[in-house]
Structure formats: C-alpha cells, structure tokens
C-alpha cells in the first residue's frame, strides 16, 4: 500500500468518526431544543418522554434559558415540578440573569414561586442590573407575593440605588409600599438621583403614600 493510499484511508476513517460524532451533537441538540419548546408550550408529556430519553433537565437555548424557565415563564406549574424533580436547577440564570424565582415574582405566580422556594431557591440572587425577585414583584404590585418573599433583602439595592421602596413610591402602588414599610424598608435610602422614596411620592403626587412615608416610625 503506497503513502498515499494509507493517507487517505486514515482520512476517511477520521472523516467517518466526525460524522458519527456530529450526527449525534446535532441530534442532541434538537432534543433539547425540543425539551425547551415543549416547556414553553406546556406539553407534559413530550416533556416526560424527552427527559425519559435522557435530554438534560438543564440545558440552554443561545439565550441561556433551560426548560424550567420557560415553563415557569409561562406558567405551567406541572411543568415545573416534573423538570424539578428530575433534578432541574431552580437558580440558574440566563444570559441577563434572571432566575425562575424572577421570572415567578414578576407575574406574581405564587404557586410556581413557592414550589421554587421550597426547592431552595435563592430570595437574593441578582439579575446584570443587580435586580432581585422581591424587585420584580413590586415593580409589578404583587402585593400577596410579597409575602411569599419576606426572607429577600428589603433594602436591597440595583444598579441605579433604587430599593424595593423607592420603585414602590415611583410607582404608586400604595399597598406594596405599606407592606414593605411594615418589614422595616428605609425610608431615608436614596437612588443614584439623590431621590428618596417620599421624594419620589411628592413628585408623582402620590399623596396618600407620602403620607405613609414621612409618619413611619422608625426601625430598628
């Protein structure tokens, strides 16, 4: 056998292993791409049976998002348990990230958000603008998942200095900004514009919420 003859036989033997390797990433892939679509849509059972295949409960879509924060997203609350009991991690943050226990609190799904915490889902975790899930459940005056959140830092901060309390105030969600006064949120914080909740209050004439936040007690 001449030089060349054994050269190409290696080739091909090398170009046969890399087509057999990637027939089987692009299958891969499209399976999980599948597991992602089908969590989206909130289709159970394609969601078992592509689990049952082996497809990671974790893997990402280019945008960083897995299965269970699609599913959370749209609320498919039998989604979420299945993904999280065949091991799904609940605080893995997408591209910008953002967490499930976010994406739960911004639509104020407080069933999905309690199946998370009580999977150990981190209350603090912050997203590329240091916004938390407490954040998100003002910003949208979901008062009851409030509640569910009362662990979260009150007085955190994001990227601009705004607290929980300063978004609320902005914001007019005058209940939110009570229940937040009650777990002890400073009134004297300020953002990166100097503005302090009550500020803010008297500068959208909310009233009713500057009342409540110049005569809060003080706390300890």
């Known amino acids: 056998m001449s030089h060349i003859t054994a050269l190409r036989s290696i080739l091909i033997v090398f170009l046969s292993i890399y087509l057999i390797l990637s027939a089987g990433w692009v299958c891969a892939g499209k399976l999980s791409d599948q597991l992602i679509g089908a969590a989206e849509l909130g289709e159970i059972d394609k969601v078992k049976g592509l689990l049952d295949q082996g497809v990671p409960a974790d893997a990402k879509d280019r ?35 953002w967490t499930t226990l976010m994406m739960a609190a911004q639509f104020g799904y407080r ?54 309390l300063i978004l609320a105030a902005k914001l007019g969600h005058e209940e939110v ?26 500068e959208k004439q909310y009233s009713q919420i500057f009342q409540m936040l110049v005569t809060a007690p003080p706390c300890d």
């Open 63 to 97: 945008d960083g998002w897995t299965a269970l924060m699609k599913a959370t997203y749209e609320g498919h609350k039998q989604i979420v348990e299945e993904l999280i009991a065949r091991g799904a991690n609940v605080d893995i943050q997408e591209n910008a990230g």
């Open 111 to 164: 069933d999905i958000m309690n199946i998370l915490l009580t999977s150990g889902a981190k209350v603090n975790v912050r997203n590329n603008t240091a916004a938390t899930a407490l954040m998100f459940a003002v910003i949208n005056g979901h008062q009851k998942a409030l509640q569910d959140l009362q662990a979260a830092d009150v007085n955190t901060k994001d990227n601009v200095n705004n607290t929980p």
């Open 177 to 202: 900004v009570r229940i937040l006064l009650s777990n002890c949120a400073d009134v004297r914080a300020a953002d990166s514009k100097g503005k302090t909740a009550s500020k803010w209050a008297v």
